[in-house]
């Protein structure tokens, strides 16, 4: 991941600094000599990085990995003091402007713009002398001496061989996705099919469950359990089978009220509130199963203690047994003794599915889909490669998952030498399928990689959208900039790419990682990327260089985060009491000043502590959960990077008073392009026209007075998306102009 930071973000380090040096008028600071040291050593950086990075050599070499991340801890120091020269730098501008507007309204011309004039040159002055100058020229005197320091591994390169591993791993992102993804598993899906259709053959008896059937599905990660499950539960013919479908993914660590949550919100209803009492939960569960014939799949079950699970078990499954005859529960799990352990529950006979991994002709199969998905040629085509895969997929272990991902680094690279690079690969012939996933991600490009890495902090399961997920990038600087395009829609060719690859895998309307490639890519990453759980155990083993984190843990593990000097992202997973992770946050806030994106999931929260005023190059703030945050800090609107906010809560909980919910000068905000919030705190917004960066406005209602009349929308020039309610509040002929004007042809609607 370094690689995209030697290489963009370094560039505009130097470009801004040199950009500088080039307006200064009699003002020298220091940084010119360190400046072109920086342009001569960049491409040797370069150079280091990416064969670090393709041959693994740090992981090897701890003087290497030491130096490129004190090369990394210095770019992000220059590049957070830019951040904060652009903010002084547009307060100064905004203040002329101001200045002008003052003086050019005055009755006396001459001698205001004369002062206006002595007043702009007395800030550009200022502009130099400004303290974060001081700071630049530091930060570039420190990352000057870092950089020196790639001399000392300039024999690890071999120019010619790392020219030809550039034209090796360049891939193209074209290409679609191969349309069956289950060969191999055909008679699994036959039997799984008739199974589901016919009544059970045991006899139904008095007992509790005797409604109900049971099949297990069994086989280690990768086998392809989930996949045939999905086949099956998305027929037509099934769907008519049954008057309700569930699917449940449930993972390690499972919580039985969330378990039961998630069967009613499968259903369709209300997002249901998990301060419930279990047996409130229970009986709206029951409820809705009664006399009803369902069908259930509970994916991804771990074994842990298996008293434990069992007791957990008997209390989710309790409200099924009203179900009507013809029921059926089908579960995925890693482990026999899971089968076993639900067998006891519901007190019938083990039934199990077992998938081992796939005969060579299947894998074979199974991969070309993916490497050659989209091509039109005949299968004499590309002979040489289609022998070089035979070969390959002789070390895949038969596992599906494998011979999916490896497709997708073959895909569209018919290069034979890039496809022997593949199969003669150390990491393909270690026996492992962490090497098979390992070999994916090295030969991501640069851009891809931040991306996929960053997934990779997520918990297990954890979906997320599209949309969201793009943002994100965006707010951490991974998306680079395409003449004639977005950066919301490079993102999204960027996301479209990890699916091609099936590096993400859709689920519903959402996407998430299989928790394979989750296990195997935290591991990978593990010092760009990390998560701490429930045990303190994980802490411990998490790098101080981390920049992403993602947290489910107590309030003691977590004020460990303070440590972690350099995070960039935290995603605050909470259940515990407000008054506990309100001061948390707040030391949170003062001990991670680095932070870009800030995601927190809680039922417990009120209030966001004013100390988010720390967070100076914040760029993406989300609140989620069955919260309720009576208003956000007044602090906020000083944070000038911030491009999304996102507060998104039930609908049905009550609304806290509109008027006080945001910051009245929230519109100070001019880097804002989006903002989510119940409709009436956006139509609170007085001067939303300031908010010129906005790209999205679903709903705002015109007033008649100041702030909030229909000439506030014609500032917004990046609005692609716009929805206004009220017009009966446009007041005159030119307001009507203007309204037509901000909705016309349709385009920004």
């Not at 002709?361 to 991969?367: A, G, K, V």
């Not at 297990?460 to 600087?477: C, E, N, P, S, Y």
């Not at 702030?707 to 030119?734: A, H, P, S, T």
Request: hydrophobic share 40%; net charge neutral.
């Amino acid at each position: 991941m370094a690689e995209c930071f030697v290489g963009p973000i370094m560039d505009k380090i130097i470009n801004a600094c040199s950009d500088y040096l080039e307006d200064q008028v009699g003002w020298q600071t220091g940084m010119k000599k360190e400046l072109e040291r920086l342009r001569e050593n960049h491409p040797k950086i370069q150079a280091v990085v990416f064969a670090s990075n393709q041959a693994q050599i740090s992981d090897q070499n701890p003087a290497l990995n030491k130096w490129i991340w004190q090369l990394r801890d210095a770019i992000d120091e220059a590049n957070d003091v830019l951040d904060e020269f652009e903010k002084h730098k547009e307060q100064l501008t905004k203040n002329m402007e101001e200045t002008k507007k003052r003086t050019a309204s005055s009755s006396n011309a001459s001698f205001p713009i004369e002062s206006a004039s002595k007043i702009y040159k007395v800030g550009e002055r200022a502009l130099k002398i400004d303290p974060n100058l001081k700071r630049l020229e530091e930060v570039v005197q420190k990352l000057d001496k870092v950089s020196a320091g790639v001399t000392n591994f300039l024999h690890l390169l071999d120019g010619a061989k790392q020219e030809q591993q550039r034209v090796l791993y360049k891939t193209r992102e074209t290409g679609s996705l191969p349309r069956n993804d289950l060969i191999g598993r055909g008679k699994d899906k036959k039997f799984v099919m008739q199974w589901l259709r016919k009544p059970s053959n045991e006899h139904r008896g008095t007992d509790l469950y005797r409604n109900i059937s049971l099949l297990s599905i069994v086989g280690h990660g990768g086998m392809g359990k989930t996949t045939l499950l999905q086949h099956v539960y998305e027929k037509d013919e099934i769907t008519k089978e049954f008057d309700l479908k569930m699917w449940v993914c449930v993972s390690n660590n499972f919580d039985v009220k969330k378990v039961i949550a998630d069967m009613l919100e499968s259903l369709d209803k209300d997002w249901p509130r998990l301060e419930l009492t279990l047996e409130a939960l229970q009986d709206s569960l029951r409820i809705e199963m009664t006399a009803k014939k369902f069908l259930l799949v509970l994916d991804d079950i771990w074994e842990e203690d298996e008293e434990k699970d069992k007791s957990k078990w008997e209390d989710v499954l309790a409200p099924l047994a009203s179900g009507g005859f013809g029921s059926k529960i089908m579960v995925t799990t890693r482990t026999d003794s899971v089968a076993l352990m639900f067998a006891k529950v519901i007190k019938k006979k083990k039934e199990t599915v077992k998938l081992d991994g796939l005969e060579e002709d299947e894998s074979l199969q199974l991969l070309n889909s993916h490497a050659f998905a989209g091509v039109e040629n005949t299968p004499d085509d590309h002979q040489k490669l289609r022998a070089i895969a035979g070969e390959i997929v002789k070390k895949l272990l038969g596992s599906p998952l494998a011979a999916k991902v490896i497709g997708g680094v073959l895909k569209d690279n018919f290069d034979e030498r890039h496809w022997r690079t593949v199969l003669e690969s150390n990491l393909l012939g270690q026996n492992s399928i962490n090497s098979i996933f390992r070999l994916s991600y090295i030969v991501l490009p640069n851009h891809l990689q931040n991306c996929f890495a960053f997934c990779c902090m997520f918990p297990q399961d954890h979906t997320f959208v599209k949309d969201d997920l793009v943002r994100m990038w965006i707010a951490l600087g991974f998306i680079q900039p395409s003449q004639g395009m977005t950066m919301e829609d490079i993102g999204g060719r960027y996301f479209d790419v990890l699916i091609k690859k099936t590096l993400i895998d859709k689920v519903g309307e959402d996407y998430k990682m299989h928790d394979l490639i989750n296990e195997s890519a935290s591991k990978f990453f593990a010092q760009e990327c990390g998560k701490l759980v429930d045990d303190e155990k994980s802490s411990l083993k998490i790098s101080e260089t981390i920049r992403h984190l993602s947290v489910q843990t107590y309030p003691d593990i977590l004020r460990k985060i303070e440590k972690f000097k350099h995070l960039h992202s935290l995603f605050l997973f909470y259940e515990n009491s407000n008054q506990d992770l309100c001061s948390i946050l707040i030391e949170i806030f003062k001990a991670s000043r680095c932070l870009r994106l800030l995601y927190i999931r809680t039922d417990e929260l009120e209030m966001i502590p004013e100390e988010i005023r720390y967070l100076k190059h914040l760029r993406y703030l989300k609140i989620e959960g069955q919260l309720n945050v009576t208003r956000l800090p007044r602090s906020l609107s000083n944070l000038y990077h911030l491009q999304y906010i996102i507060y998104d809560r039930p609908w049905m909980l009550s609304l806290p008073k509109v008027d006080d919910f945001l910051p009245s000068d929230i519109n100070n905000l001019s880097n804002l392009c989006y903002l989510k919030l119940p409709r009436n705190y956006i139509s609170s917004i007085c001067g939303i026209g300031k908010l010129y960066s906005l790209q999205e406005l679903y709903m705002f209602d015109l007033r008649n007075e100041m702030g909030y009349r229909i000439d506030e929308l014609k500032y917004l020039n990046d609005i692609c998306k716009l929805g206004i309610n009220c017009l009966e509040n446009v007041k005159d002929v030119e307001e009507a102009r203007i309204a037509q004007y901000v909705t016309r042809g349709g385009s920004r609607i």
